[in-house]
């Protein structure tokens, strides 16, 4: 009786049929997944006009405009009072790091980003009087967007 409880494959031409092409697949798809990167930055949340419509010109103080809209991220001061500005933005990006590709073959990977995003920036002023009274906001114009674009996303 034998107790030796190894098994033996055959390795055959027919075992290793579909092994080319997985790591084909596998070698390609490595440093495409690996190098690309999508992103989305949000910063603040947008004010919309129901909320500026809680304050009211003359009446509402300091204190109300902080408690609507909440602490500034810039303040700046005039003669005739303060400005309070609130910053808004939504970033989608879309980078591709080609390097990714040479770090297999090279010692240093060198890095080839090509990126593309939609920036939808809001800037929203607030003016306060010289007794700190709210007298009026205004939101301004984001600039306009390059005409040309390289990345076809």
């Not at 003669?79 to 609130?86: L, T």
């Not at 929203?124 to 010289?130: D, E, G, I, S």
Request: net charge neutral; hydrophobic share 40%.
């Amino acid at each position: 009786m034998n107790n030796n409880r190894s098994f033996w494959v055959p390795l055959t031409p027919h075992a290793f049929r579909g092994f080319p092409i997985v790591l084909f697949l596998a070698t390609v798809s490595l440093p495409v997944f690996t190098g690309c990167e999508f992103r989305r930055v949000v910063v603040n949340h947008p004010i919309d006009s129901q909320t500026l419509q809680t304050l009211n010109p003359g009446e509402s103080d300091i204190r109300d405009v902080v408690q609507v809209l909440g602490a500034p991220d810039e303040i700046e001061a005039n003669p005739d009072g303060m400005v309070f500005r609130y910053r808004y933005g939504d970033t989608k990006t879309l980078r591709v790091n080609f390097g990714w590709i040479f770090r297999f073959f090279l010692p240093v990977a060198p890095s080839m980003n090509l990126s593309r995003g939609e920036d939808v920036p809001q800037v929203l002023n607030v003016a306060l009087n010289r007794y700190g009274f709210f007298d009026q906001y205004m939101f301004q114009q984001p600039p306009d967007p390059p005409k040309f674009s390289f990345w076809p996303f």
